[in-house]
């Protein structure tokens, strides 16, 4: 099937919450989703017989870099506002067909549904996206930074305005 | 006298030897019963996608030798591949040949360590130098394309850093000819040896369906019986061209999917890459190798998700652009950091040996888990 297909069968399934087919000018197409209704999307996916996508290949998050830009004198900048994105390439090993799913949150809000509860693989995924940008993943068992340390507490290191702290646990660095 | 029956935690790493690098696993024990693993990454931890926003296009192909150092050539295999996708680039034939030569070679070269250090993990230690003797030969081959051992920054956007040596496909040949009765001999070795099976067989057994929720893909996924490989079910570069088989695990030992198969699942896959060697050395054909090398990198506003048979597995790289000469995303999907996720599951209900045992057949590098 392809992803325009997919697209037209959940639009009637989901309605509102399909939000549109996004064309790109290079490279893959996506489906853009409501953040809060995905996980029931991706369910519906998983168990459909026809669709039946068993497999999430990849989930990564992307800081997508827009909102009001502020400068400040040193050079440094900080984005007022702006958007994180989430995408999900899911694909049916005995189907044989693909598919790009996106979502979209406001960074002061960046909550999206887990979808863990359908694919196991997505759990040091979504780890790794709430750990290098912050988006915040709901009803997932084990939300914890999983590749900075534990108590890094100078924000999340993949968001464009991130900021190296002056110092770590009382030390000063770079040293 | 009561007997002490709680539960106790049990710290494994981050310098334990048969972690294969700095991993952590904490293990809650009852008695020598595992009841849970947890594993804590992150200590090799480099920021290679925050690198690469700050790099051109073609900078970045260096950083990623450094993620799978066992595997670099097929990284950049990959990374390039994954690129090339989004620019849209024709490349020439005999560049595609180099880089399945290059990329069997290493597949081979990075399971030799596997089973040798496996082997090893388990307490036996010749086959450790069997391997090593035989993958220093492909190093050799290597070194003398690309003037490096481990990270060779040869495979580039577009092309190859350079043509191959006149010597090259001649010593690949002999290297072919040489290495095909040593997998004989590292099977009477190792692989039917009784302490041996004894130590693997029915150890950490994975289902199939499992493994697919868990997005385990690689040697690990083909173990457990899933006829799954993206050479020929998501065929890329000019891999159609060869004639050979994907090699899956029949619970010879034990149970479809124990670690035992998931060791001889590479011994085979090594067969295997040696026919696709001597197939494409016998047809490559003249050519430029640098003729589509773009001088100047600047892909259109759009994203992309490439991705290969690494020797561990389904190598993913997500590049998003903006249009600039940097990218503005690239996430990679590694298959250390995937395979690992499923590690606790398949401890659980084994004993603290069996965990050493379990850890190697998985066959982790912890500078891809960690980037």
Partial sequence: ?175 | MALNTEEMTLNMGPQHPSTHGVLRLELRLDGEFIVDVKSHIGYLHRCFEKHAEAMTYPQVVPYTDRMDYLASMYNEFGYALTVEKLLGLEIPERVEFIRVIMGELQRIASHLVALGTYGADIGAVTPFLFCFRDREKILSLFEMTSGARLLYNYIWVGGVARDLPPDFLRLTKEFVEYFKPKIKELNDLLSFNKIFIDRTANIGILPKDVAVNYGITGPMLRASGMKWDLRKDDTYSVYNKFDFDIPVGDGRMGTVGDSWDRYYVRILEMEQSLRIIEQAVEQIPDGDVSSAIPRRIKPPVGQVYGRVENPRGELGYFIVSDGSVNPKRIKVRGPSFVNLAIFGELCKGHMIADVIAILGSIDIVLGEVDR
């Fill in chain 1, 1 to 175: 099937m392809t992803d325009k297909e997919i697209f037209e069968i959940l639009k009637e399934k989901f309605g509102e919450a399909i939000i549109e087919f996004v064309e790109a000018q290079a490279g893959e197409n996506y489906i853009k989703i409501n953040p809060l209704e995905i996980d029931k999307v991706c369910a519906f996916l998983f168990s459909d017989t026809n669709l039946h996508f068993d497999s999430l290949v990849n989930l990564s998050g992307v800081d997508d870099a827009n909102g009001e830009k502020k400068t400040e004198e040193d050079g440094s900048f900080e984005y007022i506002g702006g958007t994180l994105s989430v995408f999900y390439h899911l694909e049916s090993t005995d189907k044989r067909h693909k598919i790009t799913l996106g979502t979209t949150v406001e960074k002061d809000q960046p909550d999206v549904v887990s979808v863990t509860d359908v694919w196991a693989h997505a759990n040091w995924h979504e780890r790794e996206a709430f750990d290098l940008l912050g988006i915040n993943f709901l009803n997932h068992p084990d939300l914890r930074r999983i590749l900075m340390p534990y108590d890094w507490d100078a924000g999340h290191p993949l968001r464009k305005d991130y900021k190296d702290p002056e110092y770590y646990q009382g030390m000063k660095v770079p040293y």
